[in-house]
């Protein structure tokens, strides 16, 4: 089982036909998506065929049932999380552009109730878990103490980190303490103050660490593991992008997935690019979950 820690969100999703530089465009489709980093990199777990189950807490309120209705449907557990009072998703209005550029207007004030499941729920879970999954953006108070408890039980932590945390007093710890940290080039900047890719892989290296992902949008992704300090570069797929929003998402879980299957970091990086290329092509209505079909047609180049 691969679990995960992290937010839940509920997103409007307003396609336009204009480019930023348009200053204005009409909007061509609205629809409604479950979202949020961890949310989006579980159903990617499930739909390729892996065991995926949320570690964390929804709201009791009759109007947020859609939470738990969507995981479900979306083959993700519920088995493990807690029922809590004002515990909704974020909410946010998600903007694609005609270049499948994206922008992202939100209001996260209700993760400031997200908490973990009981003690006993997250024992049983960790007895289960293969990989944990972690949000640091979004992860709550006592996040810290299950990824250590992950560590004695020798479970990867793969992490997604784009900016600071709610939990502060944790934030930095949680990036320091996990396995296979994957992090955008934007923020793993603001973390180290440094620009070159050598040198931000080095110095986000600390002895936790199986590998260090920096990824970077079109320009691919660059990383470094134990055995090899060298910056190695995995380039993109050549596909037509069409939505990217929760792409980066996607690529967690994926990359999840290939881990858990045994494959090596290298391969597992390659078929999480491939897992990215094939969602962010997916037409305007389709169902938002990667292909396994697709994948290994793109691998298959």
């Given at each position: 089982?691969i679990?995960?820690?992290?937010?839940?969100?509920?997103?409007?999703?307003?396609?336009?036909?204009?480019?930023?530089?348009?200053?204005?465009?009409?909007?061509?489709?609205?629809?409604?998506?479950?979202?949020?980093?961890?949310?989006?990199?579980?159903?990617?777990?499930?739909?390729?065929?892996?065991?995926?189950?949320?570690?964390?807490?929804?709201s009791?309120?009759?109007?947020?049932?859609?939470?738990?209705?969507?995981?479900?449907s979306?083959?993700?557990?519920?088995?493990?999380?807690?029922?809590?009072?004002?515990?909704?998703?974020?909410?946010?209005?998600?903007?694609?552009?005609?270049?499948?550029?994206?922008?992202?207007a939100?209001?996260?004030?209700?993760?400031?109730?997200?908490?973990?499941?009981?003690?006993?729920?997250?024992?049983?879970?960790?007895?289960k878990?293969?990989?944990l999954?972690?949000?640091?953006?979004?992860?709550?108070?006592?996040?810290?103490?299950?990824?250590?408890?992950?560590?004695?039980?020798?479970?990867?932590?793969?992490?997604?980190?784009?900016?600071?945390?709610?939990?502060?007093d944790?934030?930095?710890?949680?990036?320091?303490?996990?396995?296979?940290?994957?992090?955008?080039?934007?923020?793993?900047?603001?973390?180290?103050?440094?620009?070159?890719?050598?040198?931000?892989l080095?110095?986000?290296?600390?002895?936790?660490?199986?590998?260090?992902?920096?990824?970077?949008?079109?320009?691919?992704?660059f990383?470094?593991?134990?055995?090899?300090?060298?910056p190695?570069?995995?380039?993109?797929?050549?596909?037509?992008?069409?939505?990217?929003?929760?792409?980066?998402?996607?690529?967690?879980?994926?990359?999840?997935?290939?881990?858990?299957?045994?494959?090596?970091i290298?391969?597992?990086?390659?078929?999480?690019?491939?897992?990215?290329?094939?969602?962010?092509?997916?037409?305007?209505?389709?169902?938002?979950?990667?292909?396994?079909?697709?994948?290994?047609?793109?691998?298959?180049?």
């Amino acid at each position: 089982m691969i679990s995960g820690i992290g937010c839940i969100a509920y997103d409007r999703v307003l396609f336009t036909n204009a480019l930023w530089s348009d200053g204005k465009g009409k909007i061509t489709k609205e629809e409604f998506r479950f979202g949020g980093n961890i949310r989006n990199a579980l159903a990617a777990v499930a739909s390729l065929g892996e065991e995926a189950a949320y570690l964390g807490t929804v709201s009791d309120a009759p109007e947020w049932k859609i939470v738990v209705d969507g995981l479900e449907s979306s083959g993700i557990s519920t088995e493990y999380i807690d029922y809590k009072s004002g515990s909704h998703p974020a909410i946010a209005d998600v903007i694609i552009l005609k270049d499948s550029d994206r922008y992202i207007a939100y209001d996260d004030s209700s993760l400031q109730l997200l908490a973990l499941p009981s003690a006993d729920k997250l024992k049983i879970a960790l007895s289960k878990t293969k990989l944990l999954m972690v949000d640091s953006n979004t992860a709550p108070a006592g996040t810290l103490a299950v990824m250590k408890k992950a560590r004695e039980l020798n479970i990867p932590v793969v992490l997604d980190s784009e900016r600071e945390g709610i939990a502060p007093d944790e934030f930095k710890e949680v990036i320091a303490l996990a396995t296979e940290p994957i992090l955008p080039y934007a923020f793993a900047v603001k973390l180290t103050g440094e620009t070159e890719i050598s040198l931000i892989l080095k110095k986000l290296w600390n002895p936790n660490r199986s590998v260090v992902i920096v990824t970077d949008g079109a320009k691919g992704s660059f990383w470094i593991t134990a055995a090899d300090q060298s910056p190695t570069h995995t380039p993109v797929f050549d596909v037509n992008p069409v939505d990217s929003n929760g792409t980066g998402d996607v690529f967690h879980g994926a990359y999840a997935v290939a881990r858990v299957r045994g494959k090596e970091i290298g391969e597992a990086i390659v078929y999480a690019t491939a897992a990215a290329a094939s969602f962010i092509a997916l037409p305007v209505g389709a169902q938002r979950v990667p292909s396994e079909i697709t994948i290994n047609q793109l691998l298959s180049r």
